[in-house]
């Protein structure tokens, strides 16, 4: 895995470094150390990396900032950052940053963020996750098991097939961008997986938990189309798995 550390406390970028090393004593992990945003980027597009961490307060530059220009030329490299205080938890959130890190950190939080990058690249194509902050904690949360998306007062709900619920004080028009295709808007503030959708009546829907829903009056149609688009394609797509025709 190739790994970036951006931080302009060069002690604190080698002490990163040397943890690094000590938990890939096979070499599997390589770190290339930089002390400024700008040096970051200009390598960032061609070396292709896995993974960075990166520090959020660099002198005159944000690392939030650094790393909305690192996505344009390098989107699918993970991002950790790393920093003094949990005041910009909720932007690294918009960015969908696998890791939160106030310092001091500890060697059992950077193995934690490196498991999350190598999971991340063994699993579903981008949009397939979605990255909550929650407190100081940061969730990587597969959709496919997300029931529906709920707006509740100043923050959103996210609630799972298993039961459990995901409160972030994201509002919801945050989040929504951050669902996957599977996902339909329904009414004002609740955006359903069509994975668990169980019925689709006149009025409402069932999810697969029992709970019904609304749908828009004005969009009932739209959305009615939407969905049945959705349930074709599914079919279709099992139909051409069941000939071997096609492989999703």
């Known amino acids: 895995m190739k790994i970036a550390a951006v931080d302009d406390n060069i ?6 470094r040397d943890i690094i090393s000590h938990i890939s004593s096979d070499d599997s992990h390589v770190i290339e150390l930089f002390e400024t945003g700008e040096d970051f980027l200009a390598a960032a597009g061609d070396r292709n990396f896995d993974l960075v961490f990166m520090d959020i307060y660099l002198g005159k530059e944000n690392g939030i900032d650094i ?3 690192m996505q344009e030329k390098s989107p699918e490299t993970s991002v950790v950052f ?6 910009h938890a909720v932007a690294a959130f918009s960015l969908r940053a696998l890791h939160y ?17 190598k ?3 063994a699993s579903e194509p981008s949009g397939s996750t979605l990255t909550v902050c929650i407190g100081k904690d940061v969730y990587t949360i597969d959709q496919r098991d997300i029931l529906r998306v709920e707006a509740d007062d100043h923050k959103t709900n996210i609630l799972m097939k298993n039961g459990s619920v995901y409160s972030t004080r994201l509002f919801f028009g945050k989040v929504e961008p951050e669902l996957d295709s599977q996902f339909l808007t329904i009414n004002r503030g609740i955006a359903v997986n069509m994975r668990h959708i169980l ?15 609304l749908t828009n009056r004005r969009r009932r149609k739209q959305l009615k189309e939407a969905y049945f688009t959705y349930k074709m ?16």
Do not use: H, N
Request: glycine fraction near 6%; aromatic fraction near 6%; hydrophobic fraction near 30%.
């Open 11 to 16: 002690l604190d970028a080698r002490r990163l």
């Open 67 to 69: 790393i909305r220009s």
């Open 82 to 87: 790393v920093t003094t205080s949990d005041s």
């Open 101 to 117: 890190l106030v310092k001091p950190y500890t060697e059992e939080q950077i193995i934690e963020a490196i498991e999350r990058a």
């Open 119 to 121: 999971a991340k690249g």
């Open 199 to 213: 019925k689709w009546g006149t009025t409402d829907v069932e999810m697969s938990d029992g709970r019904s829903f």
């Open 233 to 248: 394609d599914e079919m279709s797509d099992r139909i051409k798995k069941d000939d071997g025709t096609y492989s999703k």
